[in-house]
């Protein structure tokens, strides 16, 4: 029952590796995603709760329900993270992903949450994985967001789209004919990525 500013500190000091509090902890996460209306501690639990992989089908649902309007784009793309990271624990489960699906057709998010949309969509509907990406490749030419084409290449190296080799080149001419390519940490991110492609 303590501040927000508490409840962070909280979940910022938490050893994961402290299984003698894991119990209290997880009911902890459970209760404030609820009842918070924060989204910065949102953001902090939703971390949190892929850190410790709980494993929990109300959560998630929960946590999809962040997606609609009239929350931030950080806490979606938080949410979307989440989607990516525990999509093998929840694969086999019957989960409603219609508030990822309606992202795409919002005029209020912004690309780089509708390209991250996009490859939470390619896990799950691998069978519809040419229309998902040809909208990553439209949305990517429109972006003048240097954050959406590293947070793009990012998720690429870290997880397994089952993509070809040559679609994330092509990806990544996109990138380059770009101003914002220019931009030191852009250059790193497509480096890194011509790296992890050979």
């Keep these: 029952n303590g501040f927000i500013s508490e409840k962070k500190d909280l979940i910022e000091l938490y050893d994961i590796d402290n299984y003698t509090e894991r119990e209290y902890v997880v009911d902890f996460i459970k209760k404030e995603s609820i009842r918070s209306v924060d989204d910065w501690l949102k953001i902090s639990l939703i971390d949190l709760a892929a850190r410790l992989k709980i494993n929990d089908i109300n959560l998630l649902n929960n946590y999809l329900s962040y997606l609609g309007s009239g929350y931030s784009y950080y806490l979606k793309l938080t949410v979307l993270d989440y989607a990516g990271y525990m999509y093998e624990t929840y694969k086999n489960e019957k989960i409603d992903y219609s508030f990822i699906e309606a992202l795409l057709s919002s005029n209020y998010d912004r690309l780089i949450v509708k390209i991250q ?39 690429f190296m870290n997880i397994d789209y089952r993509i070809p080799k040559s679609y994330i080149e092509d990806l990544m001419l996109i990138t380059e004919q770009k101003s914002l390519s220019s931009s030191k940490a852009v250059k790193s991110t497509l480096v890194e990525m011509k790296r992890s492609l050979v």
């Design 117 to 155: 949309a996009l490859l939470i969509l390619i896990l799950i509907y691998p069978g519809r994985i040419i229309f998902y990406m040809e909208r990553i490749k439209k949305y990517l030419k429109r972006s003048e967001d240097y954050r959406a084409h590293i947070r793009l290449y990012n998720s």
